[in-house]
């Protein structure tokens, strides 16, 4: 977590990239996260940013706060996640792809046929 891109706000980011950390189970689910200060260190970002980002994770209950003890990632997070983000891909993200699929006139079954070719290739 170092370099941030100026597409969206840094808050958007970290967040996302805890939930990164959860969906690829490098975060176990009860596991304590990094504490707001730490991160705020290690990224030079104002610890209000971080406490920012941790809340959005605790809207979506992926996250709970435990007073006096820190952020920990809470039982079922990783499933409500990818239910959240599958929810967020389709209405914020495919559209967007579809346009520019038929844009370019790219059929997306050929695609999906290109890209097991491919990793057929690599393995």
Known sequence: ???F???QPIFLQISERIAEMILSRTTAEGEALPSVRQISADLQVNPLTVTRAYQ???DIGVVESR???GMYVQPGARQRLLVHERQR???DEWPRIAKRLAALELDPAELLANSNRQGSDNE
Do not use: A, C, E, I
């Open 67 to 69: 007073r006096g003890m």
């Open 5 to 7: 891109n100026d597409t």
């Open 89 to 91: 891909f389709l209405t």
């Open 56 to 58: 959005s994770l605790v």
């Open 1 to 3: 977590m170092s370099q």
